[in-house]
T-cell receptor, first 111, second 111 residues
Framework: DAGITQSPRHKVTETGTPVTLRCHQT?????MYWYRQDPGHGLRLIHY???????DKGEVSDGYSVSRSKTEDFLLTLESATSSQTSVYFC??????????FGPGTRLTVL | DAKTTQPTSMDCAEGRAANLPCNHS???????VYWYRQIHSQGPQYIIH???NNETNEMASLIITEDRKSSTLILPHATLRDTAVYYC????????????FGTGTRLKVLA
């Protein structure tokens, strides 16, 4: 399995609080991605990074920000969590056009 | 990136071949066809990809029609562990390599 971890794996928080999810890789891959997965929607891309400090928006970026200060870490921040952001969040990494490796996911519940 | 259309669900008897179709009628010349699967609540797993030739690996075969407007993923001898959601994705060969996932096909392998 690719060296990719996500933390925390589970989190329950309240509406209006800030939340940061971390994705860490040991593969030195250039590209990193954050997806969310909700019933009936499959996986939807939130933000992605194509290098240190180089990020761009995906399909559903509103309410989310990201940062990548070093190759191995990609942080996803919900500045003020809302109930609509209750979801399972997956991080992925890739180095080429061949394939992405996905992390185990973070289950976030916003009450 | 081109969109894909897949059946919502399919059943397959254990030990038989599972043939999962995908339509991608608006695919561009530089777009690859990728297949991923997601078992239960795990992160998606890469299966196979191709441009225009048929491809085979240890997991599956990918058959792409000559006009490239559709493809079929074949699991030659389905097992219960192949029960999963299968995603067909088309993506450009160059650029930022981001995927757009649909809702996939839920394959159930029956004993």
């Amino acid at each position: 399995d690719a060296g990719i971890t996500q933390s925390p794996r589970h989190k329950v928080t309240e509406t209006g609080t800030p939340v940061t999810l971390r994705c860490h890789q040991t593969e030195n891959h250039r590209y990193m991605y954050w997806y969310r997965q909700d019933p009936g929607h499959g996986l939807r891309l939130i933000h992605y990074s194509y290098g240190v400090k180089d990020t761009d928006k995906g399909e559903v970026s509103d309410g989310y920000s990201v940062s990548r200060s070093k190759t191995e870490d990609f942080l996803l921040t919900l500045e003020s969590a809302t109930s609509s952001q209750t979801s399972v969040y997956f991080c992925a990494i890739s180095e080429s056009e061949v394939e992405e490796y996905f992390g185990p996911g973070t289950r976030l519940t916003v009450l | 990136d081109a969109k894909t259309t897949q059946p919502t669900s399919m059943d397959c008897a254990e030990g038989r071949a599972a043939n999962l179709p995908c339509n991608h009628s608006t695919i561009s010349g530089n777009e690859y066809v990728y297949w991923y699967r997601q078992i239960h609540s795990q992160g998606p797993q890469y299966i196979i990809h191709g441009l225009k030739n048929n491809e085979t690996n240890e997991m599956a075969s990918l058959i792409i029609t000559e006009d490239r407007k559709s493809s079929t993923l074949i699991l030659p001898h389905a097992t219960l562990r192949d029960t999963a959601v299968y995603y067909c994705i088309v993506r450009a060969a160059s650029g930022t390599y981001k995927y757009i996932f649909g809702t996939g096909t839920r394959l159930k392998v029956l004993a």
